[in-house]
């Protein structure tokens, strides 16, 4: 997978609860991204980010934080999850000419 | 209209078949074309990347490219089980900050 690992890979929680999603990066690629998978609408892009400290929001932001505070690390959060955010989470990276993104395990995420 | 359109299957076809995947889209400023397989439970792994009209090939798997007719396409000859898995097209916009756009993907069964 690229060198990007996701944590957890897995996770059950309840509504209302936090959560907070990470996926970290041995590539030192600038671009980190976001996206959720879900049937009938494909990878949709909740952010993403172009640099430390440096983020944007995708088609899908709401709802949804992010933070990158070093260049392997970037986190998605969910400050209070609801069950229509139950989907597979999928971080990625890429190169910054071309935009060809390279993804993560996925975290599959079941919010009850 | 999306701005990429892909028929998401399923299809089913016997080992050994040449299989064709398609996408069409609808701006003329798209310029890199990328196609990606997914295994389930699994990310995204770039399977081809091609820029230019015409045919580019990997082994069996062959991409097409016709930009007149803004339509790119995936053959997969003497299809294999191990084929099975879903197909997205992913395309950039170089116009647009190099904006990555998919399909929603092709859900394929090679059958034994």
């Known amino acids: 997978d690229a060198g990007i690992t996701q944590s957890p890979r897995h996770k059950v929680t309840e509504t209302g609860t936090p959560v907070t999603l990470r996926c970290h990066q041995t590539e030192n690629h600038r671009y980190m991204y976001w996206y959720r998978q879900d049937p009938g609408h494909g990878l949709r892009l909740i952010h993403y980010?172009?640099?430390?400290?440096?983020?944007d929001k995708g088609e899908v932001s709401d709802g949804y934080s992010v933070s990158r505070s070093k260049t392997e690390d970037f986190l998605l959060t969910l400050e209070s999850a609801t069950s229509s955010q139950t989907s597979v989470y999928f971080c990625?990276?890429?190169?910054?000419?071309?935009?060809?993104?390279?993804f993560g395990a996925g975290t599959r995420l079941s919010v009850l | 209209q999306k701005e990429v359109e892909q028929d998401p299957g399923p299809l089913s076809v016997p080992e050994g078949a040449i299989v064709s995947l398609n996408c069409t889209y609808s701006?003329?400023?798209?310029?890199?074309f990328m196609w990606y397989r997914q295994y389930s439970r699994k990310g995204p792994e770039l399977l081809m990347y091609t820029y230019s009209s015409g045919n580019k090939e990997d082994g069996r798997f062959t991409a097409q490219v016709d930009k007149s007719s803004k339509y790119i396409s995936l053959f997969i000859r003497d299809s294999q089980p191990s084929d099975s898995a879903t197909y997205l097209c992913a395309i950039v916009n170089a116009g647009n900050n190099r904006k990555l756009i998919w399909g929603l993907g092709t859900s394929l069964a090679v059958n034994p």
């Open positions: 990625a990276i890429s190169d910054p000419h071309l935009n060809i993104q390279y």
């Open positions: 701006n003329s400023a798209f310029q890199y």
């Open positions: 980010s172009y640099g430390v400290k440096d983020t």
